[in-house]
């Protein structure tokens, strides 16, 4: 693929990872009964340990909590249906056991809402949905402990769908930092920070993430796909970012050691540089060992550039006449 090719394309190329957004049904805690539910206490007392355990639900959640959920049981609900009364239970909720329920309850009905989405825009409202919900669950406080990474990268990853880039950022960061890997290699999240990175423009920040991933490949005894050096490439040269640019395109070259590579790399060299004879020589001489030196024009430059009168570079690197 040669530079004017990737330069068109460089905007195109996104990182080969995919991540499944999930669709499993989040289990909550047991909530009291509709009985007990519309229960009011009787002025404050202390709670029994068996009324801890219960959780920190006032009389007013309940009793918006209980009918929604026995509505959202239904199959076949619209959204419109129960709209109305999830953001009331939103404006109830208060504790940390409220909110973990209530955002259990909106992330169950963004699946059920997805599942009966016909079009993109009922889609992308589900996903927003369920996203919702789950960051009600992790600001909590009240997420298992042993489930909170989990929680983080499914956030990540809906924001990711939801094309929110920084918000998608901080969940893997979160997720990362919980040691949660969601059956990915360490390379394969950096290169997902990487795309965060990427979709916001940052295109310096994510390379340095990207080399990341490389070094993490390469430190686990792996060969990084050459689909990622093209990847790196594209964006350093679509960026006019230096010295990347060559390094992407040298090391693809060794890594990958093909005629099309080492002509890419080369003609890298020579598209960004004003090269003066001798480093157009040097730049020849290397096509020729890497065996890409086959067109009759640079023949021609090569035969007239090394003329005996020319200085040339013998192979330490020095120069002679």
């Given amino acids: 693929m040669n530079t004017l090719t990737l330069r068109k394309q460089a905007s195109k190329l996104v990182l080969a990872i995919a991540l499944a957004t999930g669709t499993a049904m989040v289990a909550g805690h047991v909530v009291p009964d509709e009985a007990q539910a519309q229960r009011a206490p009787k002025g404050k007392k202390k709670k029994s340990k068996k009324q801890e355990a219960a959780g920190d639900y006032s009389a007013e959640w309940r009793g918006a909590f209980v009918p929604l959920s026995e509505l959202l049981a239904a199959d076949g609900v619209a959204p419109s249906a129960y709209s109305a009364q999830i953001e009331q239970l939103v404006g109830l909720t208060k504790s940390g056991d409220e909110q973990m329920q209530t955002g259990q309850l909106i992330y169950n009905a963004g699946i059920r809402a997805g599942s009966l989405a016909q079009d993109e825009a009922g889609k992308a409202a589900a996903i927003q949905t369920r996203l919702r919900g789950m960051e009600m669950m992790i600001n909590s406080g009240k997420a298992p402990l042993a489930s909170a990474g989990q929680y983080n990268f499914i956030a990540y990853q809906l924001a990711s769908v939801a094309r929110q880039p920084v918000k998608a950022r901080g969940y893997l960061q979160q997720a990362m930092g919980l040691g949660y890997t969601g059956g990915q290699s360490q390379a394969d999240l950096k290169m997902a920070l990487a795309q965060t990175y990427f979709n916001t423009d940052e295109h310096a920040q994510g390379l340095a993430i990207l080399d990341e991933a490389f070094a993490a490949t390469r430190a686990a005894g792996q060969t990084p796909d050459?689909?990622?050096?093209?990847?790196?490439?594209?964006?350093?040269?679509?960026?006019?970012?230096?010295p990347q640019v060559y390094d992407y395109a040298i090391a693809r070259a060794q890594t990958y050691p093909t005629p099309e590579n080492w002509t890419n790399a080369i003609n890298v060299v020579r598209v960004l540089n004003d090269l003066d004879d001798q480093q157009t020589l040097d730049i020849l001489r290397l096509s020729r060992m890497a065996g890409v030196l086959k067109d009759k024009q640079e023949y021609i430059i090569y035969v007239e550039t090394a003329d005996a009168r020319r200085p040339t570079a013998d192979c330490d690197g020095s120069y002679s006449q």
């Avoid at 050459?226 to 230096?242: H, M, N, T, V």
């Fill in 226 to 242: 050459e689909s990622l050096y093209e990847i790196a490439f594209s964006i350093a040269y679509r960026q006019d970012l230096q």
